[in-house]
């Protein structure tokens, strides 16, 4: 019987064995790191995490996502009251 692959790491063994690490996230899948027990990083390779996460094509367009806003009387809801500011206190 074969011994299941270790997917766990502990933080510093992971920092002496990272070589290691990212193989086996690229041949055995996603590999997590812990730090006192607890779960903080997985490390997988970067065709699973483009699986998850689709890169997007070309530069954020501030403008095409702003006319995409679902709400289009968005833009009449947000006003200035006449008259001059209030006074604040800030003490």
Avoid at 30 to 47: C, D, L, N, Y
């Amino acid at each position: 019987m074969k011994a299941a692959k270790k997917s766990e790491w502990q933080l510093q063994t992971a920092k002496n064995r990272f070589s290691e690490v990212v193989n086996r996230a690229i041949t055995d899948g996603a590999q997590t790191i812990t730090r006192h027990g607890k779960p903080v990083v997985v490390v997988m390779s970067q065709e699973e995490f483009r699986k998850l996460a689709p890169a997007k094509e070309g530069k954020f367009d501030l403008l095409a996502h702003l006319l995409a806003c679902p709400d289009k009387t968005l833009h009449k809801r947000i006003f200035r009251t006449p008259g001059v500011p209030r006074d604040v206190d800030f003490s």
